[in-house]
Nanobody
Framework: QVQFVESGGGLVQSGGSLRLSCVGS????????MNWYRQAPGKERELVAF???????NYVDSVKGRFTISRDNAKKTVYLQMNSLRPEDTGVYYC??????WGPGTQVTVSS
């Protein structure tokens, strides 16, 4: 079955960086676009970044210029490089193919 496992989260100071990874399994990774979402405490889950099959990327306005999404089809992995982190980036980060299957997520906490 389709599964995702996220990793790379942690506690970081404002202005710091983290690199998240998500490994997909149970499907042909290379033929699907992939997404990173996040959910802050008390808020709804929101789309943060999208990467197409060909590698084109889109971002929510609040992370443009700071986050970079990439993929390695051979490793069935999608990455999210997060720089210049802010306290408002705090939340649980998830990857998904189509929003129907979710991994456990990885916690990102940015202290001020």
């Amino acid at each position: 079955q389709v599964q995702f496992v996220e990793s790379g989260g942690g506690l970081v100071q404002s202005g710091g960086s983290l690199r998240l990874s998500c490994v997909g399994s149970g499907f042909t990774f290379s033929i699907y676009a992939m997404n990173w979402y996040r959910q802050a405490p008390g808020k709804e889950r929101e789309l943060v970044a999208f990467i197409s099959i060909g590698g084109s990327a889109n971002y929510v306005d609040s992370v443009k210029g700071r986050f970079t999404i990439s993929r390695d089809n051979a490793k069935k992995t999608v990455y999210l490089q997060m720089n210049s982190l802010r306290p408002e980036d705090t939340g649980v980060y998830y990857c998904t193919r189509d929003g129907r299957v979710w991994g456990p997520g990885t916690q990102v906490t940015v202290s001020s």
